[in-house]
Nanobody, 127 residues
Framework: QVQLVESGGGLVQAGGSLRLSCAAS????????MGWFRQAPGKERKFVSA????????RYADSMKGRFTISRDNTKDTVYLQMNSLKPEDTAVYYC????????????????????WGQGTQVTVSS
């Protein structure tokens, strides 16, 4: 098993930036492809970004391309989400997730693909 703890959320003005972190503990972090999802109030949880075990492959939801950057540091067992040019519609609880994968370059973009989830961190963007 792996335990995931998100941090870095908070209140920011539109146009600002935040960097979310997701620290993993338990089994070897490098065995997991990682992803970020978000859930706005009253809405379903949606895919934000994903990264492969090796970090060589990444995916983004269309509305995040060019604004968000996912990365990972396998020496620190942590995945990051750098969020720039934030908009009020980015307000949501952000969750990280882990998918055990035998393949280095697999990225996963749907919730059922993931095995473990963090508790989430709130991001609020004011206009």
């Amino acid at each position: 098993q792996v335990q995931l703890v998100e941090s870095g959320g908070g209140l920011v003005q539109a146009g600002g930036s935040l960097r979310l972190s997701c620290a993993a503990s338990g089994r070897a972090f490098s065995l997991y492809a990682m992803g970020w999802f978000r859930q706005a109030p009253g809405k379903e949880r949606k895919f934000v970004s994903a990264i492969s075990r090796s970090g060589d492959s990444t995916r983004y939801a269309d509305s995040m391309k060019g604004r968000f950057t996912i990365s990972r540091d396998n020496t620190k067992d942590t995945v990051y989400l750098q969020m720039n040019s934030l908009k009020p519609e980015d307000t949501a609880v952000y969750y990280c997730a882990a998918k055990q994968s035998l393949l280095q370059k697999v990225v996963a973009t749907t919730e059922p693909e993931y095995d473990y989830w963090g508790q989430g961190t709130q991001v609020t963007v004011s206009s």
